[in-house]
């Protein structure tokens, strides 16, 4: 499709700024923790553990190395592909952001359900009982799950 041809697309600073530049680095940033300091990214995401000292199984080396692939891929679509395409590509923004938002739906999901299975199901619902740890995971994931959400309902998209 000609650029000349295509509608003008105003994305507002909030989206460009969380999607293109705070999102990519944090999950770089994860895949960094989940494959070189495995057990502190563990005491992070899971509320009740803080014994970092036992060995991890090669069950939890396996799933915390495809976690880790699988949050670079997630920088990557962020940081490159919504540029390449850029505003002018609504629709590809769209379907990126759709699939991040199913993203968000398995995350917000494990993260209740392991603290559910820990006991400490009332950390994941009260932010007063949040660690420091529990803001960046858990209240950064709702934050970006709500945030994709209006994106997608078009709050804030202008065409021209």
């Known amino acids: 499709m000609d650029s000349k041809s295509s509608p003008s697309t105003h994305i507002p600073l909030i989206y460009t700024i969380f999607l293109l530049w705070l999102e990519p680095i944090a999950a770089f940033s994860g895949t960094i923790q989940t494959l070189f300091t495995p057990k502190p990214f563990l005491a992070i995401i899971t509320p009740a553990v803080t014994d970092t000292s036992a ?59 392991v603290a559910r299975l820990m006991g400490a199901e009332s950390v994941f619902w009260n932010p007063i009982e949040w660690r420091s740890e529990d803001v960046m995971n858990i209240g950064s994931t709702w934050f970006g799950f709500l945030l994709r959400i209006a994106f997608l309902m078009g709050f804030g998209v202008k065409r021209s």
């Not at 799933?63 to 540029?83: D, H, K, P, T």
């Not at 629709?91 to 995350?107: E, F, K, P, S």
């Open 55 to 113: 060995s991890l199984t090669a069950v939890e080396c396996l799933l915390l190395a495809q976690l880790g692939s699988m949050y670079l891929y997630f920088a990557f679509i962020s940081a490159v592909l919504l540029r390449y395409v850029g505003s002018q590509r609504l629709d590809i923004w769209r379907l990126v952001i759709c699939g991040q938002t199913l993203g968000d739906i398995g995350h917000l999901y494990g993260l209740w359900l």
